[in-house]
Every structure is written in structure tokens, then in C-alpha cells.
């Protein structure tokens, strides 16, 4: 996605009281005067238009309920969607002070595009005191028009299969700390897609769909995770490890009873206080039949980023497989520029064989813009180059992975 942005940026703050420091207080109080040195596009609107900001320690100390709010509405284009309008809200706080809660993040957006596309999603990671539970829902709902081309990864961009529907998914759960970094926890997840339409026989849908209308997949899941990261919108020398197993069963709904686990790993390497090595591998399975839009694709991970390079949906399969690395770097000192050069590689299983035959690689380039400095917040622009033709740029609120 390629942006033009009219930003604004907010910090709802609590008034501070001048009181004694603690030991614990001055150490946020550092903290925070590191922070205020820093630069985002904040400070260079204040500056531009010469408004008189809050200075100090004081409007940077992370006090729980204080909220960091970003928002970037947009004007842009994307590969599915064509020229679109969008806007994106990232508020995160604290629910505790920050030397022993993570920082919790609430993403909402909406988008609406010519091709009549409308996206609203909202996703959070909300983390209770001591990091004792960390509830994570995933809404969205989407009346869509996307392009789809078949099972497997061997695909091209010239055999689009154009497809109609309307989607809403629910996932809610809540994980318990058990052990040092380790959670686990249970939830429950819904995708229903409804009104679907495609009158082409392009690919391999029509075979694999049968020509059904609506799909739905229900049930619960069980989720063991590992994380070690304390700001999702940024990680830095952290670890990030999850196992969710998903039963789907008609007696809750679903169309087939059919399974799922997803294996996903994240390992963020400090190289400095600005540059940073990232890995990240995203792995799905399924066993029974699975409603066609809930295989595993490109693009439909928690934040739609898995295969840049490539227009959501180019490969799908039974199974799919997936890494990414990155590299992090500081421009600027005040960390306000930055940028990153990333590689990935992606596989989808062929259909009907069930057999990974094939790789879509892809790689780029991005810059990254200090959004918010207090919830280390990015703008990130990345153009990225796939294969057999696939190219185009991306965007994001808080980096990719």
C-alpha cells in the first residue's frame, strides 16, 4: 500500500502531582528522559506550526490508564483493493506500571475501497496486572470482493478468479501465567462467510467449494504460548513462541467437523538501541475439509502481513508454511528515521495432493517513521517483489511482525 498521510497524534494524559520519588520513580523518570530526547512526527508538528508541547519527564512517565493514541487516516491504493480510504487507531496503555506489565495495544481500523470493499477490524492484546492473564480477541467484519487464485503456490497473477462475500470472524481468548514467561489458556473461534458468489471456473474453486454459499467453521481452542516481549509495537531482545490447536465441530455450527494448529515463532536480537535482527516463522495445518476461504493463505495471518510481495490469498492450501527475516536499522539518531531490507519465503500445499511442491520467495525494502514515541510506535512503508509479477507496497501501524 502506498500512502499519502494526514496524521494526528494525541497523549491523554493524568495530571502529575509533585511527590517524593521512590527508587522505582526515578528509574521511570530515566526512563522517561530518554524517551523525551527521542524525536517523532509529533515533535516535528509541534515544531512546523510552532505549538508549545508539554516538556519533561512528567508527560512521558508510563503511568497505568494513561493512553498513547496514534491514528493515521490515509488515502492510498492496495493490491486487492484497489485506490481505497482507510484509517487506522493504535491506543495502548498500561493496566499497571511498566516494570511489571506489558504495555496492552488496541488496533481498530477501517477501510473502504472503490472496488466496494469495506474492512473493519479490531484487535487487541490486553494484559492484566503482573501479566497474571492476557486477553487477545481478533473482530472483524468484511464485505469483500477479493481475487482468488487457486490451491498451491505456483500461481500467477494473470489467472485471477474474482469471488464476493461477506465475512465476520470472532476470536476471543484469555491465556493464565503459569510459569517465568509461559501462558495457557483457552478461547473460542467463529468464521462465518456468507452471500458468497463466483461465476468463473478459472481456478480450482468451483471443484474444491462445490459451489456453497455460505461456510462456517466453529470451536474452541486450546493455546500455549511463550512471550517474552513487554511492547507488541515494537519488540526488541525478546522471544515470542504460540501452539493453538482448533477443533471444529457441527454441533457448534461449523459445516465439517475438521481441525487446525497453528505453530508461529517470533526472536527479536538488539544489535543496538536502534537496529535490530527479526525472525519470524508462521506455520498452519489442517486435517478434514476445511470451507475454502478458511484454508491457510497468505495475508491472513492476525495482522494481514505474511507474504509481502504478493496480493492477499496467492497462495492457499491444506497446509501452508512460512519465514521471514529482517533487518532493523536506526537513521537518525533521534530515532525518528529508520529503516529495513527483509526477506521471506512461502509454501501452500498443492491441491489434491496435499504435497508442498513449490516456494514463493519475496523481498524489499522499507522506511520507518517514528509515530508515537512514547508506545514506540512506526509507520512503516515497505514495497516488496514476489514473483511471476507480483509486486507492490505495503503498510503498517507498529511494525509487521
Same mark, same amino acid.
Given at each position: #500500500? ?10 491523554? !494524559? ?37 505549538? =508549545? ?28 483493493? @484497489? ?25 481498530? *481500523? ?7 470493499? %469495506? ?48 465475512? +465476520?470472524?470472532?476470536?476471543?481468548? %484469555?491465556?493464565?501465567?503459569? &510459569? ?11 468464521? $462465518? ?5 463466483? =461465476? ?24 500455549? #504460548? ?26 457448534? *455450527? ?8 497453528? %505453530? ?5 536480537? &538488539? ?41 492477499? @490469498? ?24 529508520? *529503516?529495513?531490507?527483509?526477506? =521471506? ?13 513449490? +516456494? ?6 522499507? #522506511? ?9 510506535? =512506526?509507520?512503516?512503508?515497505?514495497? !516488496?517483489?514476489?514473483?511471476? $509479477? ?7 501501524? @507498529?511494525?509487521?511482525?
Amino acid at each position: #500500500m502506498f500512502v499519502l498521510l494526514a496524521s494526528t497524534y494525541n497523549i491523554f !494524559a493524568q495530571a502529575s502531582k509533585t511527590l517524593p520519588l521512590s527508587s522505582q520513580d526515578s528509574l521511570v523518570i530515566k526512563k522517561a528522559d530518554s524517551i523525551v530526547r527521542q524525536k517523532d512526527l509529533a515533535d516535528i508538528f509541534y515544531r512546523t506550526f510552532k505549538i =508549545n508541547a508539554k516538556k519533561g519527564p512528567d508527560s512521558a512517565l508510563e503511568k497505568a490508564g494513561k493512553l498513547f493514541f496514534s491514528f493515521a487516516p490515509a488515502l492510498g491504493y492496495t493490491l486487492e483493493g @484497489g485506490p481505497i480510504a482507510v484509517a487506522t487507531v493504535n491506543a495502548s496503555f498500561y493496566t499497571q506500571t511498566p516494570d511489571s506489565t506489558n504495555l496492552s495495544v488496541f488496533t481498530f *481500523g477501517g477501510e473502504y475501497s472503490l472496488h466496494n470493499q %469495506v474492512l473493519v477490524p479490531i484487535i487487541s492484546n490486553i494484559w492484566t496486572k503482573d501479566n497474571k492473564y492476557d486477553w487477545l480477541g481478533d473482530w472483524r467484519y468484511y464485505s469483500y470482493h477479493a481475487e482468488t487464485y487457486g490451491l498451491g503456490t505456483d500461481n500467477f497473477l494473470s489467472r485471477e478468479d474474482a469471488t464476493y462475500y461477506s465475512y +465476520v470472524r470472532i476470536y476471543q481468548e %484469555v491465556l493464565r501465567h503459569f &510459569s517465568s514467561n509461559y501462558y495457557i489458556g483457552l478461547g473460542y473461534n467463529f468464521d $462465518g462467510h456468507y452471500n458468497i458468489s463466483n =461465476n468463473s471456473d478459472i481456478t480450482d474453486y468451483q471443484q474444491y467449494n462445490e459451489g456453497l454459499t455460505k461456510t462456517i467453521s466453529s470451536g474452541p481452542i486450546i493455546h500455549l #504460548m511463550y512471550d517474552s516481549r513487554t511492547n507488541i509495537n515494537n519488540p526488541k531482545d525478546a522471544l515470542y513462541a504460540s501452539l493453538i490447536y482448533r477443533t471444529n465441530f457441527t454441533s457448534l *455450527g461449523s459445516d465439517q467437523n475438521w481441525r487446525y494448529v497453528l %505453530v508461529e515463532v517470533r526472536k527479536y536480537i &538488539s544489535l543496538s538501541p536502534h537496529d535490530v535482527l527479526a525472525f519470524w516463522t508462521w506455520n498452519e495445518f489442517t486435517w478434514g475439509t476445511a470451507p475454502y476461504f478458511d484454508l491457510p493463505a497468505n495475508q491472513w495471518d492476525t495482522y494481514s502481513n505474511t507474504g509481502r510481495g504478493f496480493i492477499q @490469498g496467492f497462495y492457499r492450501g491444506t497446509n501452508l508454511v512460512y519465514l521471514e527475516a529482517e533487518y532493523r536499522f536506526g537513521i537518525t539518531r533521534n530515532g525518528l528515521l529508520g *529503516g529495513v531490507i527483509f526477506s =521471506n519465503a512461502g509454501s501452500a500445499t498443492q491441491w489434491p495432493s496435499n504435497k508442498f511442491e513449490y +516456494v514463493a520467495p519475496g523481498n524489499g525494502v522499507g #522506511m520507518r517513521i517514528k509515530f508515537n514515541k512514547y508506545s514506540d510506535v =512506526n509507520l512503516c512503508i515497505d514495497y !516488496a517483489v514476489g514473483i511471476n $509479477g507480483s509486486h507492490g507496497f505495503f503498510f503498517n501501524l @507498529g511494525e509487521v511482525f
